[in-house]
Structures are given as C-alpha cells and as structure tokens.
C-alpha cells in the first residue's frame, strides 16, 4: 500500500487516526439519538514499534484506547505465516496487558499461532472461498461470496472441499 499510495506509515497512522476522530466526532453530534459508537480505533503499522506510535498518535489526538470495547490490529492478513504478527501483539499486550484486540483477516493458522493474544478476529477466507466454487444447494444467487442466508455454512463447506 504504501508503493501506491506514496505516503509514510506516519502518514497513513496520522490519516487513520484523523478519520477515526472525525467519524466518532459525526456520530456522536447529537448524544440523545445515537447509542455507543460502532466503530472501533485501528492500530496500524508495519514493525511492533510502528503500531506503538500509532498507539500515540491516537493518545495526542485525545483517544483512551482503553475506553473501547475492541482495538482493532489492522494489517494482519498477508503477514500470517510469519512471527511478526505475534511481536506487534506481544508488544501492544507489554503496553497494556488488558486491550482487547481485534484481529482483522486472521486465518485458521493465525489463530493457531497468535490466537491466545487477541480477543476476537474475523476473516474473509470464507468468501474467497465461496468465490471460487459452485454455489451450495439451495441457494438461488450466482455465487455464495455474498451469501446472507448462512455465511458459516457455506464458508466451512467451500473450506471443505464441499
């Protein structure tokens, strides 16, 4: 990402938490009509030391990371197979042993190895899979990478072989 778009990490930190901050800031315009915010501050970087500072960027814009439900970990998915991922988690956790973190794109073999340090993880492994092959019984769509009548399902029956 940082080959097409030019920028720094510091500049896709500073961006992140700005858009962060601003989102929150529009939602919460009016506190007697919106309950507790959806979305959640993402920690980004490349190196341990990189998603620290992120951690700082979002303490200098006024952001407690630990006054939110989850603390997203972003850029995750393509580095799995490697021990970087469980240095950036173990570096977070030194700084506050309590954050619960969120781990995006996580697969099977990422929870295996790192799983013990984040709190909840999601991944689209599922609907790549359902992409790539034919559609389950008893769904009427083209394909099932989109499927709202039981993503689990077809997500372990594509992952299957099924």
Not at 64 to 81: A, E, T
Not at 92 to 115: F, N
Request: hydrophobic share 30%; with cysteine.
């Amino acid at each position: 990402m940082l080959a097409r778009t030019g920028l720094t990490v510091v500049e896709h930190q500073r961006r992140t938490v700005t858009n962060f901050v601003a989102v929150e800031r529009l939602w919460y315009q009016d506190d007697t009509v919106h309950p507790e915010s959806p979305f959640i501050p993402t920690l980004q970087g490349k190196t341990p030391e990189d998603y620290l500072r992120c951690w700082d960027i979002y303490g200098e814009a006024g952001v407690d990371l630990g006054d939110y439900p989850l603390v997203g970990v972003g850029l995750v998915c393509r580095r799995q197979q490697t021990d970087e991922i469980r240095d950036v988690l173990e570096a977070v956790r030194d700084r506050d042993p309590e954050i619960p973190l969120h781990g995006y794109g996580v697969k099977s073999q990422g929870l295996r190895q790192y799983g013990e340090l984040r709190c909840s993880a999601d991944s689209l492994a599922w609907s790549y899979n359902a992409k790539r092959n034919p559609r389950l019984v008893g769904c009427a769509h083209t394909r099932c990478s989109n499927c709202l009548k039981s993503h689990a399902d077809h997500g372990r029956a594509h992952t299957l072989g099924g």
